[in-house]
């Protein structure tokens, strides 16, 4: 070993000691602040489907590949990270011995020609990285940036000692060429042979250039370990337990569909035997989020994949998915020194910490616990109620998230606490709790008239306790109910399946709301009541029918999801379809049979809660594709990156004053496709819609309408135009 060698070999040692000694710390630091979190003892069932969809997602890349060439560059550099830190353990042989490499596998062929593929594909990944990031960069007036708000430094730095890595280590294989101690062929490693012969015959370069690739590789460690909170670096390693232990892992492509419970000590608050001074309601303290809560905060990569998608961000709003991620991430670890220390405050409010606990703590982390959770800029709250209050649950965060970050399952949870303890929401959203509480339904109509949108169809609709054989439940919801727009649709699709010959039924008067928007906005004891009284009445109207043939068909989304996914939380199972799949059905049998498919071009919004967050894509299309005579023509942000309406997550009853409306931003996609008519699936896109088309001024020229009622326009021939919105018949064949 020469002197060289001597200085390389004590300086990699002594970088590599520190680092190995602050990761430790950061790692220990990290663990101690998540394991401050609330139990959550369901993410350890199913270990075996959990590790083979964390497998799938990270090194299939499923997430990342939608974004094309972004997930095909970011899967190189994965691969090159994982790989080629074979590369960085050589060059601790190599900064000892200009000829040293990996014992055994380090002179096998086959191992010189995969890690050369995988440099030249690393390299070529990074830059294309590096490019995107720059091309991209904050500042964009309109807010189109998908890295606005996040740490730009630290993902320069990442991307610069990855290419740096690998750059240094083409640079060591061609200074072992140059001094004709390289072990491998010129086919199997090209590029170092054509780098080789461009470097002077000087031994000492291996080393030194070792020596340079461990001190990148040590000083990226270094940096990240002084940065707790760096995601966009330590998510490498966070990732796999953030997607290993996802909310739901059998479920296709996010954790969408039931929200999860609300909470205390692990199990599911009941609110008969709840005590406010006991038990947690929701969130008011950022320890008082699930400990997978607070790793989702340690995860998060700062890519922005979450905020491009964010109906309320892109509309002008303050929400920004992933800023609300970073805001909590950043208070935690801010507030982490008060909490390990012992402080914090128990439900009713008061310090569980001893003031000798708390005597010797830093003035910023006793400030930082002082701060409220969700507050305005006066209070200095991490989340601003605007924030809160701006998002419509779409679940556009969690479907793209990389890293499967659960950020409806944290908003959705900050509003309990606000609304249960606090009593502080928007107030028009007061009247609809009222109406929920009063009559039944948002819309604070009479119960007794649920059943007035049968009048004027020629024939009878059954009632469950009429008919005893129905195969179907139809369950018409609110909106189907009593919206006018929504009523039009309750009426084709009644048709449609009297004209198919399915046994169905309906519950009239028996029906309440499902509380989806009772649950959305944060009110958990409402939900539980209304959904308790349906299951009750469903599980009666059903009798002794096991499960599989308890099948409800429902109109509206927001019911389809309640009903078939949150219902069996409280001992309701259903076999619940949306009547769009149930129509897609009956025309692939030739049940209904279109004859005069409907002319003009159209186009379909998916709606959130039957497309993201229950994968329901095909069928609204093909139905669609039988009835129309020109097929649809999609629009840009379609399927699972379809736009929100607005009306998700209660925001039907609020007022949307920030920023553009978010109906009329769908809509002017819409109209831009040239489409004449615009289907929907759900009723409050229907309404939604309709009101961005009339605000457009285009209502002459465009027409929203549920898929069931073009549908119903196809099997039947034209008709007089209608006198009365109760004559279906009419309106259908208008």
Not at 216 to 238: C, D, E, K, P, Q
Not at 513 to 518: E, F, H, K
Not at 711 to 733: F, H, M, V, W, Y
């Amino acid at each position: 070993m020469g002197s060289v060698q001597i200085v390389t070999t004590v300086l990699a040692a002594g970088i590599t000691a520190v680092a190995v000694w602050l990761a430790t710390r950061a790692v220990l630091r990290m663990t101690a602040v998540i394991r401050q979190g609330q139990p959550d003892p369901e993410r350890f069932a199913d270990k075996g489907v959990r590790a083979r969809n964390m497998l799938v997602e990270t090194v299939g890349h499923t997430r990342m590949l939608r974004w094309g060439v972004v997930g095909a560059a970011h899967w190189f550099v994965m691969v090159a990270f994982v790989v080629l830190s074979l590369l960085v353990l050589e060059a601790y042989f190599e900064v000892a011995s200009p000829t040293g490499g990996l014992p055994v596998l380090g002179h096998w062929v086959g191992y010189g020609l995969v890690t050369e593929v995988i440099g030249v594909l690393g390299t070529a990944g990074i830059l294309v990285l590096i490019a995107i990031r720059l091309a991209n960069r904050p500042g964009n007036p309109e807010r189109r940036s998908r890295f606005t708000g996040s740490t730009m430094w630290q993902g320069y730095f990442v991307e610069a000692v990855v290419l740096a890595v690998l750059v240094c280590g083409f640079l060591i294989r061609g200074f072992k060429v140059a001094t004709d101690h390289f072990e491998f062929p010129f086919w199997a490693t090209p590029v170092s042979h054509a780098i080789g012969s461009l470097l002077p015959d000087a031994a000492a370069g291996v080393s030194v250039t070792a020596a340079v690739k461990i001190a990148i590789s040590m000083t990226w460690v270094i940096v990240i370990a002084l940065n707790v909170t760096m995601g966009v670096a330590w998510h490498r390693f966070a990732a796999f337990f953030n997607i290993f232990f996802k909310r739901n892992p059998d479920r296709p492509a996010s954790g969408l569909g039931a929200l999860r419970p609300m909470m205390s000590g692990g199990k599911p608050l009941d609110f008969e035997e709840a005590d406010p001074e006991s038990d947690q309601f929701g969130v008011a303290q950022v320890e008082q989020f699930t400990w997978k809560g607070l790793l989702d905060f340690t995860t998060c990569t700062e890519c922005g994949r979450c905020q491009s998608q964010c109906p309320a961000w892109n509309t002008g709003k303050p929400l920004s998915p992933k800023l609300l991620v970073l805001s909590l991430r950043d208070h935690a670890y801010a507030k982490a020194p008060y909490l390990l220390a012992g402080g914090g405050k128990d439900p009713s409010g008061e310090e569980k910490a001893t003031a000798a606990q708390l005597a010797h703590l830093d003035v910023l982390a006793l400030a930082e616990a002082n701060r409220p959770l969700v507050g305005g800029a006066e209070e200095l709250g991490i989340i601003d109620p605007d924030v809160l209050w701006s998002c419509t649950t779409c679940g556009a965060c969690v479907e793209q998230c990389p890293v499967d970050i659960e950020h409806v399952d944290h908003i959705v949870d900050m509003r309990r606490y606000q609304v249960l303890i606090e009593s502080s929401f928007p107030s028009e959203a007061g009247v609809m709790l009222r109406n929920l509480e009063n009559k039944g339904n948002p819309w604070g109509a009479p119960p007794n008239t649920r059943e007035d949108w049968t009048k004027g169809l020629d024939f009878e609709v059954p009632r469950v306790g009429e008919v005893d054989d129905f195969e179907y439940l139809f369950w018409v919801g609110c909106a189907g109910a009593f919206e006018d727009r929504a009523k039009k649709t309750s009426r084709a699709v009644a048709t449609l399946l009297h004209e198919a010959g399915v046994n169905f039924a309906i519950l009239g008067e028996g029906e309440t709301c499902t509380g989806d928007p009772a649950r959305r906005i944060g009110n958990e004891f409402i939900f539980q009541m209304l959904a308790q009284q349906n299951v009750e009445t469903l599980n009666e109207a059903f009798g002794d029918r096991e499960p599989a043939k308890r099948k409800i068909v429902a109109s509206c989304p927001h019911c389809f999801n309640t009903l078939g996914n949150e219902y069996g939380q409280l001992g309701g199972h259903f076999e619940v379809v949306h009547h769009t799949q149930l129509l897609a059905q009956l025309v692939s049998t030739g049940r209904l049979t279109p004859v005069q498919p409907v002319e003009g071009s159209l186009t379909y919004h998916d709606p959130c809660y039957l497309g993201r967050h229950n994968r329901v894509f095909t069928p609204p299309r093909e139905v669609l594709g039988a009835a129309a005579a020109d097929g649809v023509t999609e629009m840009p942000r379609n399927q699972e990156r379809s736009f929100c309406c607005g009306a998700g997550g209660a925001r039907m009853w609020m007022e949307e004053r920030i920023g553009k409306r978010i109906n009329v931003d769908r809509v002017e996609e819409a109209i831009s496709t040239g489409a004449r008519t615009i289907a929907v699936g759900c009723p409050f896109c229907s309404t939604m819609l309709g009101d961005g088309v009339t605000g457009k001024g285009a209502g002459e020229q465009v027409e929203v309408i549920d898929v069931a009622t073009v549908l119903l326009r196809s099997i039947q021939p034209p008709a007089a135009p209608e006198k009365s919105d109760a004559a279906l018949p009419a309106e259908t064949g208008s």
